[in-house]
Structure formats: structure tokens, C-alpha cells
């Protein structure tokens, strides 16, 4: 699954460390990058490549949030559900974000468009409740009808 | 040695001992769950909290010392766990205050929260120490209401052979770190944190590992559980008695739990000489055939065609009636032929009969097994001396492992030999034709061209010369014929012996090195060795050649382990079931006929006690100069009594069938491949009329010498243990090996591996001792017994017969833990890890042919072809296939041999 050239950077990874399978946790996300996520298939390719058995590499892959281990929509929105959007009025936000899009936090909508994620701080508590969208777009002074607007465009996207 | 104080009780314990430890040797339990003494510590589950304190140093650097002149002790802060802080000098540990039971209560309380407290229905009551700390540490009460608990899933299948209950596992990861560090399957793991944390595993298939059982042993709590034992009993209703495996050679120690009349479970019995407390899924879960419907329940005698119930009466007088007949005859006429799953009293007793009333040596034990005569003397010269310790091998201990894989065929010796080199710096050669699981955990691995072993090993030999790491000292007063022996071996240079074992040249001098220098060595050699025995006597002489050069016999940790396939191998060896040995293993004059000859019709009468010649008898075939050698089925004499736990493909042919007992009905003593002799009680009833197998070679005995001038007494036997005292006052290998000091209860201390030492070499440092355990008895080789005794060094010119022709390939026989054997295959549960049967190649022979990891093809050789599915990879070399044995259609395949692969 995963091309040659993620490949042949992972084994360049390995180089890197004394004990090759301390180069699991970069060669992790560099096959996100490429994949997207990270299926069955890929964690067998890391685990031969590293040489750590399958369950080990799920045990890492699983242990940090930011790898993903099921299929993400098209779109992952993550949702500041730290103190200063808290104030703000995020928590009630986050929970009408969810009916917007029919599914909870944690989870991917029926359509596999859109995934939507907790997320801690994401560094604009001046412009509290914010939203990093696809890990570019960073949405500030969130309102309801801001969420609208962007659930509609994501969707027609 | 740092003194360390706990609850006002000192002790002095060696350099890098863990508090938990230490409290122990005083008496005092700390609690813990995490903490396990055969792992690394974690501390990860908190029980075993404590204060802890160190005397406090001035500016000076001197203790401070208050009015009464005792140190100030400088407490820490916060309580420390015990399990992972090790001892100082002057260390002062308080494990009584309230402080530390605040913090118990605590842990248990916090444990408990999602815990689902259903002991009632959970197999682990009784004997969990979940159960066990909460009544002694625990809150009695919980202030989180049950409303608020957790729920997860309850019955989640961990492979065919473990239950997981996810709501009752506490995190502990003693089975993730038990798989990781102690079996190397690293295929448990944790997935994801905190509350949603779960074990879980991905291999395929799942739980692939043979050590799996272990795991439920090792839990804590009633997470991992046994799904053959699976809510069939109480653990407190189940009668265990002590007992030896009855599989492999190992003869590891268990308990069997006993419960209206049938196995409830097998656990390991503590023995940290032997199995320590682990055991391998075969013996935990193989025993279902000890209660197996399809048990013989009473004699049969054939009558017009058809085998017909009798009374034991009947069968044994037609029994002794026709072997009388025959006898009177001729004596030669008769032939016995006994499995090595029979315990010593019984293989004694048959060999009685035979010699003392019969008056035939047609004895053999080797159905099945290769036809060479593999190790009788060399064992017997220069067997492993008494105490030695294959899991507690130390850094300056050498350990060759020739020809073997201990994986599948000795599965805890396998797990032992990796603690020595991984936990206390053993230095592992390990050498085959092939790569094994074992090779992963040598110093030195070598690959030799399969019958290059005996120029491999001529090899190492000359390199030691070459380099004088001869030991000339031992050669002087213990060794003859050193002189001529080197000059016959100066035309071997280490480059002709690298050319002709396929082995680099510096391969051979490392690890020669190694094997010399070691101030202990031994040598285990394994089936592929001994087959490689059979067609070139090279082997045996090269492999006493480097032990006596080296003067490595005779003292603990040194001279030979010969790793045999059954767990009484070795009991038939020194009972002498070889045509040309006779008891003890004394060479004998007058050779009896082997296995192959009395099942190809050379004698009239045929005695099968335990073994199954007429299912096997395809596997006599042995390989020689390259060329296999075969025989045609099973020859039916003209009278055939067979003896067995089941209606076997022999018995099916048997004129009178007589039902024996299992192992789990009767006592006796098994001999371990390391030739440790230990015994084994009776846990069940016996099924039906069954009866032992030397009752019944007794009775026939006795018939035989009524009216003879042959003294009856000697054939009349209470119980097998007075047969077992007899022994003990005959033999010369047994002598004093009466069943008081076979039960003799000694002290073995349990080694751990010292952190921190200052040499930065492994150190063994004692866990405290195990105490009322006998670990069995081990009889002297010549060279530890004769302190005088003299070897003579044989020359035999090494071979290397296997060459390669192009398009052919060397078939490399191996054996599976699991397969069809008389005792697996009645055994459901572990059927699923049976493996189909498949072929091994090297990648790059398998892209010659066009074939894929998977790929279906056949397999071709002398008249045979068999088709089975394809494993690519590494392990074997180019040029050699793998298969293994005794799988659906692979019984009788002929190591050596040259076969075709041609793609399907």
C-alpha cells in the first residue's frame, strides 16, 4: 500500500537511530501523509519495515490521537475543547455542530465528508471558540451560524 | 552488600535488589499487581507502595548521625513503589504505617471502580490476587456507586485457546510483557489509553504464540482466562496432582487438576531447574486424550477375523501361550519394540522379560525415528554435567546449538536457552542448516550446508588447534590418540572445512573462539544433527572431539544435551531398546534386530507396547550417500500382542490388544533429556479395565516363568514404585535413585538479573529460594562419575554429500508442535494451530520457479509428490526446502533427500 518512495524514506529513518524501532513513531506519519490514515495494511508494512510485530505498531498507532486508525471523511474539522472556548460558549456549539452533522465527536458522517474531532488548544483563545479546519483553515469567534456556513460549503465541496 | 531496613528488620541483600525482594527475605509481604518476579518491573499498577527513606549526608558528605548516634533518615516526600526502587545501603522501608495503607485502599478502591466484582462466575476465584488484596488491603466498601461503572466487552476470544473479559483486566500488562519478554511473540499488546484501553492482538492467527497459556497464569485478575477450563469447575474443587508433561523431552513439572474423574486443566508445577513455572500449550492443553472417548477399555483377542472383547485372564494366557510357543523355538523369534512415551518402570520391566525370560534382544524403541543409533554412548560419555541449568546459563557459559529447533520440538527449552542469552549474557552458537527462532538470540548464528555438520564441527576443531585454545592440561590426563588425531586432521585446514561445510572461514575460528575460551561449554544437538548422525559418523566424533580437546565434560554447564523428541527418550536409550545396547546403555555382543527389521516380518512374534509402528513404519526410512532408503508397510507376524492407550493402525492387526493406562492414572518416573529422572503421581481413575503397562509386562512375566526354573517372586509388583526401587538397586545409571531420594525435597534458588552491577556484565542475583520442591535426579556421564576414566579421540573423515544439482533441491525435515501425532490429533482444541502442510523456500529459488508466498505446489521425490502450498522467505538457503513432518500427507518424509518443486 504504501509507494516505494515512503518506503525507501522510512528506511532512511532507520538509519537514524541506534534501535530501528525507534523510528516507528516518524514512520507513522509519513505514511499518514501519504495514505491518510493508517489501514491494516499499512501497519503490517511499518511493523516488517521496523521490525516490531503488527501489535506493537497498532499499540503506537493507537496510543497517540493524532494517528488515525479508521478511515477519516474528506474533511476533519478539529474542535477546541480547551478552558478559554469552553468560557465562550464552545461546549454548547460542539454539541450543535454534532446534530448539524449527525454524527458525535470522535466520528465521520454518514457521507465519509466530514470527520469531527476534540481537539486541546489550538492557539487562538484572543478569538475564542476557534475550529482548525483540514489542518490549514483556522475558524475563529465561532457562532452557530458561522458552523452552518461552513457544514454547507464542506458538504458541497 | 547494601544492608537495607524494612519495618525495623534489616537484611543484607546483593547489589541491585528491588525493595519487593528484599521485604521478602524478611518475611513481609508487600502487595503487589504489576510486579512479577520473572519480568523487568514496570510499576505501573501502584499497589506496592511504601515510604522509603536514606540516610541523610551533610556538606561533608558524612552520614548525619543524630543524639543516640543513628543516621538521620531523610524520608522521601512522596511514597515510592517498591517493585522498581532497588536497595541502598542504610535504605530504611516502612510498609506498616497508615500512610501506606491509606494508599492500598486507595489503589484497590480505584481498581475496583469499573471492575465488574463477579468472582461468582469467574474462573479466577479462588486463587486471584485481585480477589486475595482486596479482603486484605481493600476499602471493604466503594464510594462510587455501581451505576457508574464502565461496561466492556466480556468474552472476547484471544485465538482458539484464551478468553478475554475486558472489563476485569486492571492494565497490568503482565501478559503484554510476558509475550514480549519472556516468549518474544510480541502479539498481545494495549491499544489505545486510559479508560478505553484494551488487550488486544493482531497476529494471524490470532494469539500466535506456543507459550499463550502462560499468559493466564501470570494474570492478576480473571481477564485472561483458559478456554478449555472455561467455567467447567471451581479452582477450589479441582484435586491437583503432581505430575511430569508426557509430551516432549523437557518433562516439565505440572499439576494435574483432577475433578470427577476427568483433566480440568493442566497448570505448571514450580521447578526452576526444568520449566520454571512456565509451560507450552501442547502440555497445558494436550491432555484430552487421556480421557479421550475412544480409549481401549478392555483386552481384545482376534477370533474368526475380528477383534473380540475378553477377560484380562484370557488375553493374558493366550498372550504368554503362543510367546512361549514361538520362544521354545527359537528366542530370536520374538521381537519387542516400545515407544519412548513409556515410563522407565515399564520399559524396565519389558527389557526384563525380553532378556532375563524371553532370552531375545530384539529390543528397539526408534519407530518413527531415524534408524541410527543417535547418542547412546556419547550421552552416556559425556552427557551434561549434574546441575546444569539451561535457563540460568551464565555470561561466561558457551552453549552450541547444533542441528536443532527447540522451538517446536522442545518449546521451553527454546524459552530457557533465550532467558540465558538475553537475560544473563550466555553466549549462544547457534548452527543449522536453516535459521531458527533460536538463531535470533545467538552471538554467533551459522548457517552450514546440510551435511557439512561433521567438516563444521572438524572445523571448529582445527581452528582451536591452530590457535593452541586447545586445553592441554585435560588432553594430558583424560585424553588418548591427541597426537595421531592431528595428524590425520592436517590435510583439513579451516578453509577446506569452511569449503566443505558452506561455512565462512571466519565464522568457524569466531566461533571455535568462543566455544574454547568459555571457561563453560556445552554442546546441545538436535534431530537435524542427529540425522545428519545417521549417514556420517563424522558428527558423533566431531562433537566429542570439541568437547574433549576442550575439556569441556563432566563439570555443571559443560558436555552434551542430546535434545530428543519424547519425554522418555532418554529412559530408552538407558533401558537399552537398541539393537546393539543393552541395559544402561553396555554396548552388547549379540545384536538383536532393529525396528525396521521385526516390522518386516523377521520374527514370528511381535510385542508393540505404546507405539505405532504400523502408522509410521513409512518414517523408517532413512536417507544414505543422498539416495533415500525405504520399506514397504507394516509386516504382520505370524503372532502380534499390542499394547496401547488406543485401537492404533498395529493394533487394528493384532491378534490380542491389551488397554493400557495414560499417564494421569498411573506413577512411575520419566528421564528427561538432560537425564534428569523424576516422578510423576497417578491423578485419575483408570478408564475402563485399563491397566499399567508394567502390570501387564508383569503378568505376562509371570505366566512365561511358571514351571520354569526361573524364580517367580521376582515378577510379583505391588506398584510401579517398587519396580522404580529395583532399578535404583540394579542399574548402575539409576543406582540410588529410589523414589525417597527421587522426592527428595531440596532448595533451588531463583536467579534474577542484577541491575546496576559494576562489572556491567549480567549478574544472577538470588530471588530468595524455592523451598520443598525436588527437582528430580540426574544420572553422571562417565566423565563426571570417573575422574580417571580416559577417552580416546576417533578420526572419521568428514563429509559433504548434499550437493546441489540444479533444478533439485535438499529436502530439510522438520517437525511442528502440532501435528498428527497419537496424542494431538485426539485433542479438539488445538486443532486450528495444526498447520497445513507447506514447503519453505528462499526467495530467490521460489522467483526462479515463479512461485508467490501462498503459491500451491508440488513436491516430488522417488515415487511420492505431494502437493502442499508455499512459504517464502528466509530461513532456509538456497537450494534447500523445508517441510515439515507427520502433518495431513507429509508422515515419512526422508531428511536428505532430493526432491522437484514444480509450480502448480
Known sequence: MLSDNAKSEIQKLLTKYPNPRSAVMPALHLAQREVGWLPDEVIQEIADLVGMSKTEVNSVATFYTMYARARPGAHTLLFCADLPCALRGAEDLLARLERKLGCRAGETTADGKITLHKAECLGGCNHAPVMLIDGVEHVQDLTDEKLDEIVKRLRES | MPQVTIDNKSVDVPHGTLIVEAAKQVGIEIPVFCYHPKLQPVGMCRMCLVEVGTPKRGKDGQIERDANGAPVIAWMPK???????????????????????????????????????????????????????????????????????????????????????????????????????????????????????????????????????????TCPVGALTSRDFRLSARVWEVRDYPSVCAHCSVGCNLWIGERDRTIKRIVPRENEAVNEIWLCDKGRFVHHFATSSERLTQPLIRRNGDLQPATWNQALDLVATRLKEIQQHDPNAVGGLAGDRASNEDLYLFQKLFRRVIGSNNLDHRVGWSAANVGADLIRLYGAGIGTNLGALAHDTTALVLGADPEEEQPVIRLRLARSARVFGATLIVANGRLTKLAKYAKQSVVYRYGGESAFLL???????????????????????????????????????????????????????????????????????????????????????????????????????????????????????????????????????????????????????????????????????????????????????????????????????????????????????????????????????????????????????????????????????????????????????????????????????????????????????????????????????DASAKFELVWKEPSSQYSVVSNQYVLAVARSLYDGGTLASRTKIVQPRVPAPYVEINSQDAEEIGIANGARVRVSFDARVIQVSARVNGHVPPGVVLMANNLDGTAALPMGARVKIEKV
Not at chain 2, 519425554?567 to 534386530?593: I, Y
Not at chain 2, 518386516?600 to 536417507?623: E, F, N, W
Open chain 2, 459 to 785: 572445523g571448529m576443531v582445527r581452528a582451536i588447534i591452530d590457535e593452541n585454545l586447545e586445553n592441554i592440561e585435560f588432553i594430558r590426563a583424560r585424553v588418548a590418540n591427541f597426537d595421531a588425531f592431528k595428524t590425520a586432521l592436517a590435510p583439513y585446514t579451516v578453509e577446506r572445512c569452511a569449503e566443505l561445510s558452506g561455512v565462512n572461514a571466519d565464522a568457524l575460528r569466531n566461533a571455535a573462539r568462543a566455544f574454547a575460551k568459555s571457561p563453560d561449554a556445552l554442546i546441545l544437538y538436535g534431530r537435524e544433527a542427529m540425522f545428519a548422525q545417521q549417514n556420517d559418523p563424522a558428527v558423533a566424533s566431531g562433537i566429542a572431539t570439541l568437547l574433549l580437546i576442550t575439556g569441556h565434560v563432566g563439570r555443571a554447564n559443560n558436555g552434551l544435551v542430546a535434545l530428543y523428541p519424547h519425554n522418555n527418550s532418554t529412559g530408552a536409550f538407558d533401558f537399552g531398546f537398541l539393537p546393539d545396547h543393552g541395559l544402561g546403555r553396555a554396548q552388547v555382543e549379540s545384536k538383536g534386530l532393529s525396528a525396521r527389521e521385526m516390522t518386516c516380518g523377521k520374527v514370528r512374534a511381535l510385542y508393540v507396547m505404546a507405539c505405532d509402528p504400523a502408522l509410521t513404519s513409512d518414517s523408517l526410512v532413512g536417507t544414505q550417500q543422498g539416495e533415500s532408503v525405504r520399506q514397504d508397510g507394516f509386516v504382520k507376524p505370524e503372532f502380534l500382542v499390542v499394547q496401547d492407550l488406543f485401537l492404533t493402525e498395529t493394533a487394528k492387526l493384532a491378534d490380542v490388544v491389551l488397554p493400557a493406562q495414560s499417564f494421569a492414572e498411573r506413577e512411575g518416573t520419566f528421564t528427561n533429556t538432560e537425564r534428569r529422572v523424576q516422578l510423576f503421581r497417578a491423578a485419575l481413575k483408570p478408564v475402563g479395565e485399563a491397566k499399567p503397562d508394567w502390570w501387564i509386562v508383569a503378568e505376562i512375566g509371570k505366566r512365561l516363568v511358571s514351571g520354569s526354573n526361573l524364580k517367580l517372586e521376582t515378577w510379583d509388583y505391588a506398584h510401579a514404585l517398587e519396580i522404580t526401587e529395583e532399578i535404583a538397586a540394579s542399574v548402575p545409571l539409576y543406582k540410588g535413585m529410589t523414589c525417597a531420594a527421587l522426592a527428595e525435597n531440596v532448595k533451588l534458588p531463583r536467579p534474577r538479573s542484577g541491575q546496576g552491577n559494576p562489572s556491567g556484565e549480567p549478574a544472577q542475583i538470588a530471588m530468595g529460594e524455592l523451598e520443598n520442591i525436588s527437582s528430580g535426579k540426574m544420572w553422571a556421564s562417565v566423565a563426571e562419575s
Open chain 2, 79 to 217: 511514597l515510592q513503589t517498591a517493585c522498581t526502587t532497588v536497595v541502598s545501603d542504610g535504605m530504611m522501608v516502612r510498609t506498616d504505617t497508615a500512610q501506606v495503607a491509606d494508599a492500598r485502599r486507595a489503589i484497590i478502591e480505584f481498581l475496583l471502580t469499573s471492575h465488574p466484582l463477579d468472582c461468582p462466575i469467574c474462573d479466577k476465584g479462588g486463587e486471584c490476587p485481585l480477589q486475595n488484596l482486596t479482603m486484605a488491603y481493600g476499602p471493604g466498601q466503594s464510594r462510587f456507586p455501581v451505576e457508574s461503572k464502565f461496561h466492556n466487552e466480556k468474552r472476547v476470544p484471544l485465538g482458539d485457546l484464551i478468553m478475554l473479559d475486558r472489563e476485569r483486566c486492571i492494565q497490568c500488562a503482565r501478559c503484554v510483557r510476558f509475550q514480549t519478554e519472556i516468549a518474544d511473540d510480541p502479539v498481545l499488546g494495549f491499544a489505545a489509553r486510559g479508560r478505553g484501553l484494551e488487550i488486544v492482538t493482531l497476529s494471524d492467527p490470532p494469539f500466535d504464540s506456543k507459550f499463550s497459556g502462560n499468559t493466564i497464569d
